[in-house]
């Protein structure tokens, strides 16, 4: 399946049709472009319903020949897109997946729906803008994992009540490094600052952790080093079981990472994609 997921609200269909017809290769000829049309008109309602918001959407379909399709093959769908929201929250800087030859069922794509015979993967990548992960600490889903922390690490600190840790920030730096810092109050001590340094790995292809945490006590009040040390460390401990990639499923994908790095102000996962069907089709 190959799509190009760049899409505006108002025109998605327009420039979605417009890209089938530009690639090369991926134009029918005569009668045959009926199916492509068909198929192209399909997916592209239901891309409708994959994103919030976003900046612009192209759906790519390869079938050749194309008479292929009245058994139903296809032999790749690819989408990528740019400035993508997921779930009204959570920002995309770009987004694309491929398929290797895709099965579908024809009766169902002429009613309307492309229904997958069986899933199948995709070759994947997810880029993240520095500042856009920035703005996801403020999201609702992870604010909750943020706010009246219970951990011992922390609430020793502040004498058994729960601690919230606000106005935070990442910084990416070359090989996978990262600069984390951040603030929180305790009952006698405002805005205690916490501020560390890590490397940034993926853990069982969905969980982002955050290895080799070290605090860093550069600007820190003399008077306040030992608190934000202890602070920094249970701070490390709460992030590295709330950052979870399934948050940035779509209906029907579910992305898995093999690979991270850093790319300037840049977070790039390379992984696949496993397509159980295709949105909207359940």
Do not use: W
Request: charged share 25%.
């Amino acid at each position: 399946m190959g799509f190009i997921f760049c899409y505006n609200i108002r025109g998605i269909r327009l420039v979605i049709t417009s890209m089938f017809g530009g690639f090369t290769g991926f134009q029918s000829k005569g009668s045959n472009d009926f199916g492509e049309r068909m198929i192209n008109s399909v997916a592209t309602q239901s891309l409708r319903h994959l994103f919030s918001r976003s900046d612009a959407v192209e759906v790519s379909v390869r079938c050749s020949p194309s008479s292929k399709l009245l058994q139903g093959t296809i032999d790749s769908f690819r989408m990528e897109g740019r400035g993508l929201v997921i779930r009204k929250e959570f920002e995309a800087a770009e987004m694309m997946f491929e398929t290797d030859t895709v099965s579908i069922d024809v009766g169902s794509a002429i009613g309307g729906k492309i229904r997958l015979r069986q899933p199948t993967q995709a070759v994947a990548q997810v880029t993240l803008n520095e500042d856009a992960i920035n703005r996801s600490f403020e999201a609702e889903l992870v604010r909750q994992h943020l706010e009246g922390v219970t951990d011992e690490a922390v609430t020793s600190l502040s004498g058994g009540d729960p601690v919230t840790f606000r106005d935070i920030n990442i910084t990416l730096l070359p090989d996978q490094g990262v600069k984390i810092t951040a603030k929180t109050d305790l009952p006698n001590h405002k805005d205690v600052p916490i501020q560390m340094s890590a490397q940034v790995t993926v853990e069982k292809r969905r969980r982002i952790i955050f290895a080799n945490a070290e605090f860093l006590p550069e600007g820190v009040p003399e008077s306040l080093t030992s608190i934000s040390e202890t602070l920094t460390k249970g701070f490390a401990e709460v992030l590295n079981r709330m950052v979870d990639l399934e948050r940035f499923n779509l209906d029907g994908v579910l992305l898995r990472v093999n690979r991270l790095e850093t790319q300037g102000k840049q977070l790039v996962f390379s992984g696949y994609a496993q397509i159980e069907h295709f949105p909207g089709t359940m």
